[in-house]
């Protein structure tokens, strides 16, 4: 039996396209970013304070 929870979010629409190509170049995935971030958030203090502090979601042009 699959132990993942299935679930759909939205994200910033340049944020992803960007995400997906690092994704080929790097053989990464969302999945895993997801697994590594939520472990991260609730482990690391330090990680959690980070993001909770980030909104700024712009690029920098590249």
Do not use: A, W
């Not at 190509?21 to 053989?27: A, L, N």
């Not at 995935?29 to 958030?41: A, E, T, W």
């Not at 990680?47 to 042009?61: A, D, E, I, S, V």
């Amino acid at each position: 039996m699959d132990s993942k929870k299935l679930t759909s979010v939205k994200v910033e629409q340049e944020l992803f396209q960007d995400f997906k190509e690092e994704c080929v170049r790097y053989k990464f995935s969302l999945q895993k970013l997801v697994d590594r971030s939520i472990y991260l958030y609730l482990t690391d203090e330090g990680f959690r304070q980070r993001l909770h502090l980030q909104t700024n979601l712009k690029l920098p042009k590249k």
